[in-house]
């Protein structure tokens, strides 16, 4: 015969429960502790993924929209890939605000023409890392948010998953975003 333990003592214990543990217990018990761990393991990955495709204010609003959001859930019936959830409502959080903002025309910043300042100028002034995310910034969104996603550990299907697009999409979203930044990086990479 097993023994189960209630949440609060596995919190006694020091057990360490998955993520999806975690938000299981939040919504089934209202574990505060549960959701305050959650946002410990994922805040970061999140602000960073928002960091990469707006501004820091923007990125701490639609953060805060996000975690919102989780809490406002319901239970799911299924607790398993949280990053992937997590992930999509603060990609679908993000295209809200800038609908709402008018910050975002999909079919102009598809068709929109990249003009690169000198980038033998910009190679002398800034380090690799600042000269990458300069490079990032030139690619359009879809090519960008494909390219970050991937950084952050998520797989073609997970991204086609998260984005509702088409698996080869994703691909070519892929190759095209890091042809351009080979293109724009040049042997700096």
Not at 13 to 31: F, G, R, S, V, W
Not at 84 to 113: G, H, M, P, T, Y
Not at 149 to 159: D, L, W
Request: proline share 2%.
């Amino acid at each position: 015969m097993q023994l189960t333990l209630p949440s609060k003592v596995k919190g006694w214990l020091n057990i360490q429960l998955t993520p999806e543990e975690l938000l299981k217990a939040y919504h089934q018990n209202d574990d505060r502790a549960a959701l305050a761990r959650l946002v410990e393991l994922y805040n970061r990955d999140l602000y960073h993924y928002l960091m990469s495709l707006s501004d820091r204010e923007l990125a701490k609003d639609v953060l805060q929209i996000t975690w919102l959001k989780v809490m406002k859930t319901s239970e799911l019936k299924e607790y398993h890939l949280i990053k992937s959830w997590l992930f999509r409502i603060a990609r679908n959080a993000l295209l809200d605000e800038f609908k709402r903002s008018n910050k975002f025309d999909i079919e102009n910043e598809l068709e929109q023409a990249i003009i690169t300042p000198s980038l033998t100028q910009v190679i002398e002034q800034e380090d690799q890392l600042r000269l990458f995310d300069q490079a990032l910034n030139q690619l359009n969104f879809y090519q960008k948010e494909a390219i970050i996603f991937q950084q952050e550990g998520f797989s073609v299907a997970e991204i086609a998953q998260l984005t509702d697009e088409s698996f080869e999409t994703v691909k070519s979203r892929l190759r095209y975003g890091k042809s351009k930044l080979k293109q724009l990086l040049g042997e700096n990479l």
